[in-house]
Each structure stands twice: as C-alpha cells, then as structure tokens.
C-alpha cells in the first residue's frame, strides 16, 4: 500500500481556506468542478500540453473559456505549469506538476469505480480497467512515467504503461468501428 506524502507546511498547494480543515472537503472543494479533474486526466493520459490540443481532443465538449479558466485554475494552486513552447514563441506548454502527478491513484480509482458502477463506453474503460488491474504498483510506474515527461522534459515513452494504455484503447475502438468518446456504435 502507497504510505502517504508528509509534506511541510511551505509545501502545501497555495490554496484559499475551505469550509473546514477536513482533508475531503479541501480537495473536493479544489477539484470538484466539472472540468479540473478531466483536464489533469487529459494532460496525464492523452498527453495533450498545448490549448488547442485539449481543446480539440476534449472528449466531453470542453467550452474554449472554460477550458481556459480552468487552466489557469490549475496553474494558480500549483497543479500545473505553464511553460514557453520551445519549438513556438506563441505556444505555451501546460506540465503537471508533483502534487499533480500524485493524483493518479485518486484518478485511477474514480475510474476504477466508474467502470464498475456506470454504463462506460469499453474504450473508454478499458485504461480504469488495466490501471485497477496493474493497482498500486503499475501506478507508480505511470506517475515515473510523467514524472520523466512533465518534470524532466523527456518525450513519452514509446513502450511505457501510458502508451499501453492509449493503445488498448484504441484497439477496441478500431474493433467496434469507431473512435474512444464517439457516439457512434
């Protein structure tokens, strides 16, 4: 079992005080939103770091106002990094930071409960499903995954458990004729 972070007080997430000092109802209060947790989830596992990417793949119809709010958001209480584009001087990169990257298990388990308890398109499960299979150790290797991509600016790998994923997802969907997220089928 994963032994919880012990962070400083200088470590926390720069964040305004909640309704109470409860541990839930601070993160709730954080990412209980619509779109901040499908935001991390499309930065963490489609690998999407520009706007227009996120904007473009967003699977659930992301508004471009609110996909700009929320990054923005995320970037504000240190959840993300907005970051120059090397190969453009108009392009910004958003990067996870740690205590992003450190809300992989939390992400997967929702999936994890999702695919159990709602009708979930089997393309779309399938990476809650490999994840809850994999458990903590196959997370640890996603969160080094990100890690190396996010913190140290290294390509995503080519054979890594992020691209596994991506690809199992994408082979049911060619099986079933259509793309994760269509409505197709």
């Not at 992400?107 to 809650?128: D, F, H, K, N, Y």
Request: charged residues 25%.
């Amino acid at each position: 079992m994963m032994q919880p972070v012990q962070l400083e007080a200088h470590d926390k997430l720069p964040v305004p005080p909640g309704r109470s000092g409860c541990p839930v109802n601070m993160t709730a209060e954080l990412l209980g939103d619509r779109w901040s947790l499908i935001v991390l989830r499309d930065i963490m596992f489609g690998g999407f770091t520009h706007f227009r990417e996120l904007l473009t793949n967003s699977l659930e119809g992301i508004a471009s106002n609110i996909l700009s709010a929320r990054l923005a958001k995320l970037v504000a209480i240190g959840l993300l990094t907005r970051d120059d584009d090397p190969s453009h001087k108009q392009k910004v990169e958003y990067h996870l930071t740690e205590a992003a990257i450190q809300l992989v298990p939390v992400i997967a388990s929702l999936g994890e409960w999702g695919a159990r308890w709602l009708p979930t398109e089997p393309e779309l499960a399938v990476r809650a499903d490999m994840l809850a299979r994999g458990g903590p150790p196959m997370w640890e290797q996603v969160m080094d995954e990100l890690r190396d991509e996010h913190l140290e600016s290294r390509a995503r790998l080519d054979d890594g458990i992020l691209t596994e994923l991506n690809m199992a997802a994408r082979r049911i969907a060619a099986e079933r004729g259509d793309r994760p997220g269509s409505d197709d089928g």
